[in-house]
């Protein structure tokens, strides 16, 4: 099979994720922080190394206030909750996964928020203008994702980022798509908050993401129970990072994430995002040259990630995809990604577009296998 669907989740993860994370929990897979002997107080330093490594990578100063989660989208649901309060206004964008939109129409239909979504242009961007122009005097939160799942475009967020800051206003960023293929710091890009996940280009596994919170930014808990300590008072600790996590953390999870951030840093981000990059514009090259395949903002490769969506004219998308897996093994994605509002733009909805996401383990000979598939399908269109 080649394998095409970074995006969704990274496939396959390098071989020391899956045997250190098998290894380390037979050897100390106890609950980090729930005992004082050594193999608790062992798991506990893993924890402890990984929130470390992750607030080094990401450009935040205090390992505290790296916070574990079950995926992006759990954390941007704990940002989004426990930032918003009734009456406050937050701005966001239409490139937006529902990992984003959700929460928010959840809370508006609560009559909690009010919310306006901010255009992006035909490039696939958002302007740092356009943001501005759609915040309130009661703006309270900017929440962005800083790659379109759907288009691979790099949103300017050190730009918006300044927007926000020259405002007041928080900064939330879903770095689901890029974190690992992309630099991230948090301080030079006005980051108040991010969301990650470790199962895409962090090479970890599935069930673990997590937040980054810059100092001084106060998210209210809003999940409770056993953190560990103080555990004779029923109130749930406001200390970090314990206020945002409630319960066992995923220790094998942790593991797993900790190795794919030590793959990711030791190859380095700049050498994976250009060695995907090379396979994206290569199966750009090839498609662009068939007069019934469209491409969506892909007339540039300059700030985009590894993500090409297409459609075959006269073809339904779920059709190429089923071709393309049934009589030629290649895994995409097809249909609306989960973002309804971007292929709403694009003119896609509702049925939306068939996606490439080239990985650090696909070839030239994968990207040369789908470019010949996609012709294939393309002139059997062509002749019916």
Sequence with gaps: MIYL?????????????LRDMVEIVQRSGVSPGRGSYDMATEAQR????????????????DPQRVIFALNATDALNLAIQGLAQPGDHVVATRLEHNSVLRPLYHLRRQ?????????????????????????KPNTRLVAISHVSNVLGTVQPIARIGKVCAERGVPLLVDCAQSAGVLPIDMEAMHISVLAFTGHKSLLGPTGIGGLAIQPGLE??????????????????????????EAGTLNFMGIIGLSRGLDYVTQRGVGDIHEG???????????????????????????????????????????????????DFDIAVRTGLHC?????????????????FSPG????????????AAVTAISRSSAGR
């Design 5 to 17: 669907d970074n995006a969704a989740t990274t496939f396959p993860k390098p071989p020391d994720v």
């Design 111 to 135: 009559g909690v928020i009010s919310y306006d979504l901010a255009p992006f242009n035909a490039a696939g961007t958002v302007e740092p203008e356009a943001v501005q122009a759609a915040l």
């Design 219 to 244: 998210i209210r808990t809003t999940r409770f129970g056993g953190t560990g300590i103080d555990s004779r008072s029923l109130t749930h600790t406001q200390d970090m990072p314990h206020r945002l």
């Design 360 to 371: 650090p383990f696909n070839s030239e000979d994968d990207i040369d296998r789908a470019v």
């Design 339 to 355: 973002a309804p509002l971007v292929h709403e733009t694009l003119g896609t909805f509702p049925e939306g577009a068939v996606r």
């Design 46 to 61: 893993l924890v402890d190394e990984t929130r470390a490594a992750l607030a080094r990578f990401f450009g935040t100063p």
């Design 276 to 326: 995907e990059m090379a396979l994206v514009r290569r199966l750009a090259s090839g498609l662009g040259g068939l007069d019934n395949v469209e491409m969506y903002c892909a007339e540039s490769f300059e700030e985009r990630a590894a993500v090409l969506t297409i459609n075959v004219k006269g073809m339904h998308p779920s059709d190429v995809g089923a071709i393309l897996d049934g």
